[in-house]
């Protein structure tokens, strides 16, 4: 059975620090996708990332994969308010399911 | 280019009621996938629909939960007599269905509280 865990769970930052969360998953799959969620709110699609050392960046948000670790991450540049949201990653299961991690929680403080 | 659309966005239910979360999926997609999500956890897979076909069930419940997805309308995931366990954020999303790559996109989700 596929299993995602990210770490930390909650990570609480101060404004223009940089920080990186960790998503493991436990057995090969072709793609791993980064969500977005604010309280309340839907997931919001940030990359997908489809082989080994593929890396993505957009703004302050930069993710990659390594394949053979079965790791990827989501690291944080120079921290703004405006990032404070949970964090998902989630690999393709079977058919087309996504399995997700627990979430990062994130607080960006002032 | 509207998204994924969910209704209710608000569903409160006493136990023993059945509950009906609506899903249409965005325009050109014809894929369908059901997500619940827990209070402070992420989001599990429930199941996994085409137009008339389910593909993948392996994570309803297997008494009182349902879905279809009908060759015309939206997709209905049911919940009969609901439990208080089953107060959760309910999400669909949708794919294009035209294989390799598919971004799976969320709609708003239906929040179920059951009383």
């Known amino acids: 059975e596929l299993k995602v865990e990210q770490n930390p769970l909650f990570l609480s930052m101060q404004e223009g620090k940089n920080y990186t969360i960790y998503c493991n998953y436990s057995t090969t799959s072709d793609r791993l996708y980064w969500y977005r969620q604010d309280p309340g709110k839907s997931l919001e699609s940030l990359f997908v990332?489809?082989?080994?050392?593929a890396v993505k960046q957009e703004g302050r948000l930069m993710a990659s994969l390594d394949t053979k670790a079965r790791l990827s991450t989501l690291h944080i540049t120079a921290a703004v308010h405006d990032l404070s949201a949970t964090y998902f990653c989630?690999?393709?299961?079977?058919?087309?399911?996504?399995?997700f991690g627990q979430g990062t929680r994130l607080t960006i403080n002032p | 280019n509207a998204g994924v659309m969910q209704n209710p966005r608000h569903l409160v239910r006493r136990r023993g009621q059945e509950a009906r979360l609506r899903c249409s999926p965005m325009?050109?997609?014809?894929?369908v996938y059901w997500y619940r999500q827990l209070p402070e956890e992420g989001l599990k897979f429930m199941v996994y629909l085409q137009k008339e076909n389910i593909i993948d069930e392996s994570g309803m419940p297997k008494e009182r939960f349902s879905a279809e997805f009908p060759k015309e309308g939206p997709s209905i995931l049911r919940i009969q007599q609901v439990v208080r366990g089953d107060s959760a954020a309910y999400f669909c999303?949708?794919?294009?269905?035209?294989?390799?790559?598919?971004?799976?996109?969320f709609g708003p989700g239906t929040r179920l509280l059951v009383l």
């Open positions: 989630a690999v393709v299961g079977g058919a087309q399911k996504l399995v």
């Open positions: 325009k050109g997609h014809s894929h």
């Open positions: 999303a949708s794919s294009p269905g035209t294989g390799g790559l598919e971004t799976q996109y």
């Open positions: 990332l489809l082989s080994n050392g």
